[in-house]
């Protein structure tokens, strides 16, 4: 069945160190992937995404790498701040339906100063 | 005006008491979803709503009823449920198009069965 996973479910790091999030997932059809970071006691924020015929894309701070040869997504921030401290969910659109998002497990980055 | 409000933020509720869960959104998305998360959990799906209409139900049970009043208003009503229908449920919108799928959330509603 369809699943998107995560390698790592804590990442520590200091502040100022880039973060590298990854995300498996095994459904080969999947053509749209979204970022979500989500901190305590609040909903899901939209970060970035990305469409199945791209293999990078960038925003502030942040890039997505997605590699489809081995079904993998990676989310990277750049000089990570406290403030990023979350939890950080990848998000797979598969072949069920355009409205429908299968959601990894998350990993909670935790940024010490 | 990407915002999607949802009330109350926290809610308790007996297994014979009746409560609707409100969401709201003027992103002119039509496209709505009600989610259900479980502490440290993923979000999953319960219910879309596209253009008014029920479009998927993931096989949730009967005690969760879905409404959408208007393109900018979702509701879900809640009855008899039980302790572990306890979690954070959340609303969120998007704007329909196949080309265009980013869900927007809202902030969650809190609720405890008691």
């Known amino acids: 069945g369809e699943s998107v996973g995560l390698h790592l479910p804590t990442l520590s790091v200091q502040e100022g160190d880039n973060s590298i999030i990854n995300c498996a997932y095994s459904n080969s059809a999947s053509d749209y992937f979204i970022w979500y970071k989500q901190e305590s006691g609040k909903g899901p924020q939209f970060i970035i995404d990305?469409?199945?015929?791209?293999d990078k894309r960038q925003g502030q701070r942040v890039t997505v790498l997605l590699n489809k040869t081995v079904k993998h997504l990676s989310l990277q921030i750049a000089a990570t701040q406290p403030g990023d401290s979350a939890v950080y969910f990848c998000a797979e659109r598969g072949n069920t339906g355009f409205q429908k998002l299968v959601f990894g497990t998350g990993t909670r980055l935790l940024v010490s100063p | 005006d990407t915002e999607v409000t949802q009330t109350p933020k926290h809610l308790v509720m007996g297994m014979t008491n009746k409560k609707s869960l409100k969401c709201e959104q003027h992103m002119g998305h039509r496209a709505m979803y009600w989610y259900k998360q479980k502490a440290k959990k993923p979000p999953e799906l319960m219910f879309v709503y596209s253009y008014e209409k029920l479009s998927i139900n993931e096989s949730v049970p009967s005690r969760f009823s879905p409404e959408c009043p208007n393109s900018s208003l979702l509701n879900l009503h809640l009855h008899a449920l039980q302790p572990e229908d306890s979690a954070l449920y959340l609303c969120?919108?998007?704007?329909?198009?196949?080309?265009?799928?980013?869900?927007?959330f809202g902030p969650g509603t809190r609720l405890l069965v008691l």
């Open positions: 990305i469409r199945s015929n791209m």
């Open positions: 969120a919108s998007s704007p329909d198009r196949a080309a265009q799928e980013t869900q927007y």
